[in-house]
Every structure is written in structure tokens, then in C-alpha cells.
């Protein structure tokens, strides 16, 4: 049972891939701190949680900072503000771990803090990322995909094609301009 969880849903898409996938991956960590709080888990478990958190947390706000200034995103700068002051609130969590408090009751308000920020955050601010092209070549509003039953004529053969010996696909005519250069091996002779 895990009734704090966070679960992942489109409510939480920013449309950038990339940040979409670093954001999971940052709930996936918030989340095991959830388990190592509801399975009665050890303050140093709980500490390895809270580092990797924070490490990843500060890797993923850099990249997201550079994107959105890269990609001119007007609330850039408001989203920088609101990472120091998670940072900030972050640091306050960990310091209170250090001294040696109840991990469980620190690990607990930290988790509640962190994700209803962290929910907030995406939504409020992460999801202005839609309104501007993604980083890694996918717009937000991507163009859609070729129907798949008019594929673009130079495609290449499929795998079952592949598998025939040569001699079955009809030889290619080469145009007289081309010469016996470009003719193929099967042409020859003819
Ligand atoms: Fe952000």
C-alpha cells in the first residue's frame, strides 16, 4: 500500500520531452522516499534518499533553466525563482534530518511539502514550456506523423523485404544519360 504516492499522469506533461521524462524520474525518486517512510525504513535509508533527491533535483532545474532560457520562455526567470526558494525549503528538510530529528515525521512533512510544490510547480510554471518549441527537436505542438498508408515513396524495404534474394525485386531502369556506370550487375548484357 502507498497511499502517498504520486502517480504520473498528462495533467503533468509540460510537452518537452525531456523534461517530461526528468520530471518522472524525479517522482520516481520522491516516491521511494514514500516506501522507506511506510516500511518503517532506517534514518541513513532515508538520508541516501534525500541526497540522490537533491542531487538529481539540482541537475534537473539546471537543465530546465537552460532549456527555457534557450528557448526563450517567458517565465524563465520566474521558474528560476521558484527553483532557489524549493532549493531553499529542500536545505531546511535536510538540515532538520542532520540534527537527528524523527526521521520518519521530518521524511514525511518533507515528502508532502515536495510534492504538492512539486505538482503546483509543473503545472504552473514547467507547463509554459508548451507554448514554446521542446529541446530536443519535439515541438510542443508537434506536427502529426504521415498517415501510415501513404508512406513516402523512397522509403526503405521492410525487414521481410529484406529477407528476399535480389533477383526477385525488378531490376531498376537507369536512364540513358546514366550510362553503363550506373547500370547494376543485373543489367548487363541485356
Ligand atoms: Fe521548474
Known amino acids: 500500500m502507498s497511499s502517498m504516492k504520486v502517480a504520473w499522469s498528462d495533467a503533468l506533461c509540460t510537452g518537452n520531452r525531456a523534461i517530461d521524462n526528468q520530471h ?7 516516491n521511494d522516499l514514500a516506501d ?4 518503517g525504513q532506517t534514518a541513513q535509508s532515508m538520508k541516501k534518499i534525500v541526497n540522490l533527491l537533491q542531487y538529481y533535483t539540482e541537475w534537473h532545474f539546471c537543465k530546465e533553466e537552460d532549456c527555457m532560457e534557450r528557448l526563450k520562455c517567458p517565465v524563465a526567470a520566474r521558474n528560476k525563482q521558484a527553483h532557489a526558494q524549493f532549493i531553499e525549503a529542500f536545505l531546511g ?73 535480389p533477383l526477385a525485386s525488378p531490376p ?6 546514366e550510362g553503363n556506370a550506373a547500370k547494376k550487375w543485373w543489367q548487363f548484357g541485356r
Do not use: C
Not at 24 to 30: G, R, S, T, V, W
Not at 36 to 39: D, L, M, P, V, Y
Not at 131 to 139: K, L, T
Open 24 to 30: 518522472k524520474y524525479l517522482i520516481d525518486i520522491i
Open 36 to 39: 522507506a517512510i511506510e516500511s
Open 93 to 165: 528538510f535536510r538540515s532538520e534530518l542532520e540534527a537527528g530529528g524523527d526521521s520518519s515525521e521530518i521524511a514525511t512533512r518533507m515528502y508532502k511539502t515536495l510534492t504538492s510544490w512539486l505538482v503546483q510547480h509543473i503545472q504552473g510554471i514547467d507547463a509554459n514550456l508548451r507554448h514554446v518549441s521542446g529541446e530536443d527537436g519535439a515541438p510542443a505542438a508537434a506536427p502529426a506523423p504521415p498517415p501510415a498508408e501513404t508512406p513516402p515513396p523512397a522509403a526503405p524495404p521492410s525487414a521481410d523485404e529484406k529477407t528476399e534474394p
Open 172 to 177: 531498376q531502369e537507369s536512364s540513358p544519360a
